[in-house]
């Protein structure tokens, strides 16, 4: 069993940056990041695959989000600029021991307990 913990999150005003960190237990392949909103789903926001060359992300976060991560660490970073007052919510981390990129929160097998990002306008 992988356990995942995020950190970083918090207020900022819109137009500025925060960076997540999410920590594994163990090894893990495929890493992804989540974010749900008051009142809606759950919904992908960016995935990393093992050797982090391959990333793939969501049309509303494309070029003010960067994921990445340090194996050696087991960790992954999701650094978010450009913040507007729509990426208000709480951000997962998720995993699993699969390899392909995935976009949907049903593949995944691990999840993180979530940190609160807001962006004030």
């Known amino acids: 069993q992988v356990q995942l913990v995020e950190s970083g999150g918090g207020l900022v005003q819109a137009g500025g940056s925060l960076r997540l960190s999410c920590a594994a237990s163990g090894r893990t392949n495929t890493m992804a990041w989540f974010r749900q909103a008051p009142g809606k789903e759950r919904e992908f926001a960016a995935v990393i695959n093992r050797s982090g060359v391959i990333t793939t992300y969501a049309d509303s976060v494309k070029g003010r989000f960067t994921i990445s991560r340090d194996n050696t660490k087991n960790t992954v970073v999701l650094q978010m600029n450009s913040l507007k007052p729509e990426d208000t919510a709480v951000y997962y981390c998720?995993?699993?021991?699969?390899?392909?990129?995935?976009?949907?929160?049903?593949?995944?097998?691990?999840w993180g307990q979530g940190t609160q990002v807001t962006v004030s306008s």
């Open positions: 998720a995993a699993t021991l699969g390899l392909a990129i995935l976009r949907s929160r049903n593949e995944y097998d691990y």
